[in-house]
C-alpha cells in the first residue's frame, strides 16, 4: 500500500493567489481528514469526511478555505485567496473508521504564502 | 471538550540515557482512545501506539514503552537507552468516544533531542 499520498509536498505562492493541496487516501479507507500545523496553533483539525460527504467542517478557519471530495480517492483544500498567515503544514489522514485505530498520515504539504 | 497537555515543551538527553515524555488528558467521556506520534525532522507523522480507555495493560515494544494511568488521566512515554534517532517532536493524542468521536485532538508535542 503505498499509503495516504499528498501532492504537492512544498507551495510556494504569492499573497492574493489561489492554492489547492490534493490528497489521495488509502484504498478502502472510509474517513478522510485536513490537518494543518502551524508553531502557534500546533495540529488542528480543519475539516474530515466519511464516505466522500463532509462532516465536521468547523475547523475550517474562513470562508476562504473550502474542501471537496468528489470520490473516494481523491480530495482537494483549496485556499482562495491565500493569505500569509495560511503559511503552514497541511496534512491529510485517512481512516477505515472514526479514528479508533489511530489516522494514517501523509507527509504534508508544506505551504508558503509570500 | 478535550485536552491533551504536554508540559514538556523540549528535552535534551545525551545518548543511552532513558527519558520519558509526560502526557496528561481531559475528557468527560468514559471511552476514549489515546495515541502517540512522532514526527521526525522530514516532517511526516509517524503512528507509535494506541491505547483504548478500557485497556490500563502497559505496553513495551523494544526500547519504547507506555505507562497509561486512568486514575492520574496520564499516559506516559518512555524511550530506553535513547539514541540519535530517537530525535524527533512527539505528540499524544486523544480521540473521545462521545459526540466528537472521531475528531483527534493533539497535544503540543515534546521536542526531544538526543546528543551523542
Known amino acids: 500500500d503505498a499509503g495516504v499520498i499528498q501532492s504537492p509536498r512544498h507551495e510556494v505562492t504569492e499573497m492574493g493567489q489561489e492554492v489547492t493541496l490534493r490528497c489521495k487516501p488509502i484504498?478502502?479507507?472510509?474517513?478522510l481528514f485536513w490537518y494543518r500545523q502551524t508553531m502557534m496553533r500546533g495540529l488542528e483539525l480543519l475539516i474530515y469526511?466519511?464516505?466522500?460527504?463532509?462532516?465536521?467542517d468547523s475547523g475550517m478557519p474562513e470562508d476562504r478555505f473550502s474542501a471537496k471530495m468528489p470520490n473516494a480517492s481523491f480530495s482537494t483544500l483549496k485556499i482562495q485567496p491565500s493569505e500569509p498567515r495560511d503559511s503552514a503544514v497541511y496534512f491529510c489522514?485517512?481512516?477505515?473508521?472514526?479514528?479508533?485505530?489511530?489516522?494514517?498520515f501523509g507527509s504534508g504539504t508544506r505551504l508558503t504564502v509570500v | 471538550a478535550q485536552k491533551v497537555t504536554q508540559a514538556q515543551t523540549e528535552i535534551s538527553v545525551v545518548e543511552k540515557e532513558d527519558v520519558t515524555l509526560d502526557c496528561v488528558y481531559e475528557?468527560?467521556?468514559?471511552?476514549?482512545?489515546l495515541f502517540w506520534y512522532k514526527q521526525p525532522p522530514s516532517g511526516e507523522l509517524v503512528f507509535l501506539i494506541r491505547?483504548?480507555?478500557?485497556?490500563?495493560q502497559n505496553e513495551i515494544s523494544g526500547r519504547y514503552s507506555w505507562n497509561f494511568q486512568k486514575s492520574t488521566s496520564s499516559f506516559n512515554f518512555t524511550i530506553t537507552a535513547s539514541q540519535v534517532v530517537d530525535s524527533a517532536v512527539y505528540f499524544c493524542?486523544?480521540?473521545?468516544?462521545?459526540?466528537?468521536?472521531?475528531?483527534?485532538?493533539f497535544g503540543q508535542g515534546t521536542i526531544l533531542t538526543v546528543h551523542p
Open positions: 493524542a486523544l480521540i473521545p468516544g462521545g459526540t466528537s468521536y472521531g475528531k483527534l485532538t
Open positions: 484504498s478502502g479507507h472510509d474517513y
Open positions: 491505547r483504548n480507555s478500557f485497556d490500563e
Open positions: 469526511f466519511n464516505n466522500n460527504v463532509p462532516i465536521d
Open positions: 489522514a485517512s481512516s477505515p473508521d472514526r479514528g479508533r485505530y489511530g489516522y494514517t
Open positions: 475528557t468527560r467521556d468514559t471511552t476514549y482512545y
